[in-house]
């Protein structure tokens, strides 16, 4: 997590050297804790109404 922190604030000291080059602001470098790489998709009713005619 150090690496984020060191990371944000040298992302701050370039966009305070040269505020023109940045139209927004900087990436959001917090830690994730937790990430679903296939989240679960919700069931269609048509599709349960398919299986049921077959």
Excluded: F, G, I
Aim: charge should be neutral; hydrophobic fraction near 35%; glycine fraction near 0%.
């Amino acid at each position: 997590m150090a690496l984020l922190a060191d990371r944000t604030v040298v992302y701050e000291m370039v966009r305070q050297a040269n505020p023109q080059r940045w139209s927004k602001q900087t990436c959001h470098w917090s830690y994730v804790d937790h990430v679903n790489l296939t989240p679960e998709t919700p069931k269609l009713k048509e599709a349960d109404a398919y299986k049921e005619a077959a």
